[in-house]
Nanobody, 124 residues
Framework: QVQLVESGGGLVQAGGSLRLSCTAS????????MGWFRQAPGKEREFVAG????????EYADSVKGRFSISRDNAKNTVFLQMNSLELEDTAVYYC?????????????????WGQGTQVTVSS
């Protein structure tokens, strides 16, 4: 069982930036792709960004492309989500997740371990 712990959420004004981190508890972190998802109140959880095991391939939801950047540090078992130019619509609980394989998948069902989430609130 892999435990994932997210951090870095908070309250930020529209146009601002936040950097989320997610640290995995086990050393096999580097074998797997990782992803970030989010869930806003009353909405389904949605894909935000994914990264392959090496970091060489990334995927983004259209709504965040050009504003968010996913990266990873395999030596520290950590994946990051840099969020710039934040919008009110980015308000949500953000979750990191471990893919069942090495890829940067957009599919929710490809992820097998999930963190508890970190709240991001964007104010006007």
């Amino acid at each position: 069982q892999v435990q994932l712990v997210e951090s870095g959420g908070g309250l930020v004004q529209a146009g601002g930036s936040l950097r989320l981190s997610c640290t995995a508890s086990r050393g096999t972190f580097s074998y797997y792709g990782m992803g970030w998802f989010r869930q806003a109140p009353g909405k389904e959880r949605e894909f935000v960004a994914g990264i392959s095991r090496s970091g060489g391939t990334t995927e983004y939801a259209d709504s965040v492309k050009g504003r968010f950047s996913i990266s990873r540090d395999n030596a520290k078992n950590t994946v990051f989500l840099q969020m710039n130019s934040l919008e009110l619509e980015d308000t949500a609980v953000y979750y990191c997740a471990t893919n069942r394989n090495q890829f940067a998948s957009r599919r929710n069902d490809q992820y097998i371990y999930w963190g508890q989430g970190t709240q991001v609130t964007v104010s006007s």
